[in-house]
């Protein structure tokens, strides 16, 4: 049997994002998958990003990584989600990516997959929990199969005990932060590698 396929699509405004999704993928690989690594398109004005420096740098920064398109979510059998929160659900450059899945979703291309989420925020309150909900409820809606990480590894008690996928505070992805990641990315492909055995 092939090795899993995985997406691991993402966005990122300053970085810890970008950084979360390629301690996924590396980590994915090593648990045997292929991984395509996307990021969601900007979608912010162009002088809104330009007007802030740090915005403005990552976006350039990851200019090299193409975006995502609904190719990778058909080829894919199981989604590994990263974004930030904006006010208390994920940020609207992923949920425009979203948007554009209706036709593939109408077409029962997006059901019977795997799917996993990780956010940041700037304080640990801020939504983490209510962005990983929201996202799961939108694979609920695909058909996907949910896989969070739950309390299934120390690494998770290690980066603050988040059942629902790994949160990152104030943009640091520390060790135990990417061994958590590594985590929910691993046990992501172990699920998908048995719901296609």
Not at 28 to 39: I, K, N, S
Not at 91 to 98: G, K, P, T
Not at 131 to 150: D, E, F, I, K, R
Request: one cysteine or more; proline letters at 5%.
């Amino acid at each position: 049997m092939a090795d899993p396929k995985i997406a691991v699509i993402f966005y990122s405004t300053y970085g810890a994002n970008q950084q979360v999704a390629e301690a996924a993928a590396e980590a994915a690989r090593a648990a045997g998958a292929e991984v395509r690594l996307r990021r969601a398109p900007e979608t912010a004005p162009r002088e809104v990003v330009e007007a802030q420096d740090a915005w403005k740098a990552q976006l350039e920064a990851m200019a090299d990584i193409p975006e995502a398109t609904a190719e990778e979510m058909d080829w894919a059998d199981g989604y590994f989600f990263a974004a930030p929160t904006r006010f208390g659900v994920v940020a609207s450059q992923m949920r425009a990516f979203i948007d554009t899945l209706g036709p593939l979703w109408m077409e029962g291309k997006l059901a019977d997959k795997t799917f996993t989420a990780t956010t940041s925020t700037q304080s640990p309150h801020g939504g983490q929990e209510t962005t990983l909900l929201s996202l799961y409820t939108t694979a609920m809606h695909w058909g996907c199969v949910v896989v969070a990480p739950g309390y299934t590894d120390q690494s998770v008690f290690d980066a603050g005990g988040n059942p629902y996928g790994a949160a990152i505070t104030a943009g640091t992805v520390d060790a135990p932060k990417r061994a958590a990641v590594a985590h929910q990315a691993t046990r992501l492909v172990q699920m998908t590698a048995k719901l296609r055995a």
